[in-house]
């Protein structure tokens, strides 16, 4: 369906042409993005005329769909003002700024905040759905490089109700006294909500429940009144929980909004003057980055958390920043570069003690994990039998309280010995990881089953493979 606007799309047409698109060539790429977020689109050429020459505006995610496609032909992200289509349904830019200002920093992330649980009260998926296609790793650069430049805030005390108080309409939860009370309830959450996420998936239906804490919780608390000490506290709390946030939406297949959500953790850790929670929402950019196949960018988000978090960061944390390098770099094919991240990383992680002030949301980084990674690195660098060394490290001690984790160190485990000749064990790993996967609500975990699968198609006539198939088969069907 479609309205119509006044006259032609002057705009639309001339960014068309900048980007060098035909009309068949958009309508393609339009419905190519749809696919990938499960609507069936049919756009052709003739739809595309429609829109230029006679101002249509296509209705649903489609505008957002079309800024998508131009905006990756471009290299940029692109407005839906840019190309004549800010009148469509509402957009979108929510979350993705990095205000220089407290209190419009606040003002971004209850912003957000709002927006989920409208999607989610629109039902299948709502506007996230509408969001389809929209991330854009570029978006990344200029949080980061604010970050950078100034990873603290000088002062975030707030006086709610007072001119320069910050944002928020007037009301009760405005005059609140935020204390520390209400921001150990925070941590407690988002603890809680860590241990859910590596046991059952970010799509579990107690992973739901952060953004709801985040609306509910976190928004009234940062529109309320606290001193700089207590507002350290509460924004780093909230960056946690948001940062969560973004995995579990990473986790889901949702990329559109981890990545509003990670913008907003970013911002958050610097109002709480938090450099190494900052640097763990870069490094969580990264894998983000990395898993969307843009390598080069995700070298540069884990070295910029690596360079502001030297002489600030303990041992452990250095370690994690380096072995996100390391996943970059591998990525990108360069090994080189990615041995000497590991060999770093592993350095940093035995230079680590007992009693050191680690961050809380390190607790799950261990040498088992180091040795998960390092048998990914090996996996994208083509070495099977360095991914063979660090799985068998990693599988040495399966735990009920990572069960994600397991279920994708299975994964890659059957990949090495695949790629080693050994068909037998190959499809044995992968019966153990598609028993995990079906466990756990993870689009991630997935789509590691169906690149395993996709790798299996020359052997797809061996009865080991075809069982181990049909054994998956639930899963791949199964909605994300």
């Given amino acids: 369906m479609s309205r119509e606007q006044r006259g032609p ?22 419905n190519d993005l749809g696919a990938q977020r499960g609507l069936t689109l049919r756009y052709d050429k003739t739809s595309v005329a429609r829109w230029v020459s006679k101002g249509m505006v296509p209705q649903g995610a489609a505008p957002h769909l079309i800024a998508a496609a131009i905006g990756q032909k471009l290299g940029r992200p692109v407005p839906l003002h ?17 205000p220089r200002d407290v209190g419009e920093a606040v003002r971004a992330a209850t912003d957000l905040y709002r927006l989920d649980l409208a999607g989610r009260r629109a039902g299948g998926g709502g506007i996230w759905q509408s969001l389809a296609g929209s991330f854009s790793v570029s978006a990344y650069a200029t949080p980061a490089s604010r970050w950078l430049i100034t990873p603290a805030d000088p002062s975030v ?16 939860a405005d005059h609140a006294r935020v204390g520390h009370s209400d921001v150990a309830k925070l941590r407690e959450a988002a603890e809680d909500a860590r241990k859910w996420d590596s046991k059952y998936g ?43 946030a973004g995995w579990m939406a990473f986790d889901t297949g949702q990329q559109e909004a981890a990545q509003r959500y990670y913008i907003q953790a970013l911002r958050l850790a610097r109002a709480a003057a938090d450099v190494p929670l900052g640097g763990y929402v870069l490094a ?20 910029a958390a690596l360079e502001r978090n030297r002489g600030l960061a303990t041992a452990r944390t250095m370690s994690f920043f380096r072995l996100v390098e390391a996943r970059a770099h591998a990525k990108a094919g360069d090994g080189p570069a990615a ?13 680590s003690r007992e009693g050191d002030a680690d961050p809380t949301w390190l607790g799950f980084y261990s040498y088992d994990r180091f040795c998960a990674d390092a048998a990914e690195c090996y996996r994208d660098l083509r070495m099977p039998r360095e991914v063979r060394r ?39 790993a992968g019966t153990r990881a598609v028993e995990v996967a079906g466990r756990i609500s993870s689009a991630r975990t ?35």
């Avoid at 009234?220 to 506290?233: F, I, Q, T």
């Avoid at 399966?398 to 499809?427: I, K, Q, Y």
Wanted: hydrophobic share 40%; with cysteine; charged share 25%.
């Fill in 446 to 480: 997935t789509e590691y089953v169906r690149d395993l699968l996709h790798r299996l198609e020359p052997y797809g006539d061996e009865p080991r493979v075809m069982e181990l198939r049909e054994r998956a088969r639930p899963l791949l069907v199964a909605p994300a």
């Fill in 390 to 428: 660090f799985t068998e490290q990693a599988l040495s001690r399966p735990t009920e309280e990572f069960v994600r984790s397991h279920g994708l160190r299975l994964v890659v485990s059957a990949v090495a010995e695949l790629e080693s000749g050994n068909l037998d064990a190959a499809c044995a």
């Fill in 284 to 303: 969580s950019m990264s894998l983000q980055a990395i898993y969307r196949g843009f390598a080069d960018e995700g070298v540069d988000l884990a070295q």
């Fill in 202 to 244: 970010g799509g579990d239906w107690r992973s739901s429940m952060v953004p709801e804490c985040l609306r509910v919780d976190a928004a009234p608390l940062l529109l309320g009144s606290y001193s700089d000490e207590v507002g350290r506290a509460l924004f780093g709390a909230t960056a946690e929980l948001t940062r969560l």
């Fill in 157 to 172: 005390e707030r006086e709610a109700g007072r001119p320069g108080g910050g944002p928020g309409p007037a009301g009760a």
């Fill in 9 to 30: 799309n002057e705009k639309l047409g001339a960014v068309l042409a900048l980007a060098g698109i035909s009309n068949a060539g958009l309508a393609r790429r339009v």
């Fill in 339 to 351: 041995a000497g991240a590991l060999k770093s990383a592993e350095g940093w992680l035995e230079r």
């Fill in 82 to 98: 840019e190309i004549g289509l800010a009148d469509a349904d509402p957009a979108p830019e929510v979350g993705l700024a990095f």
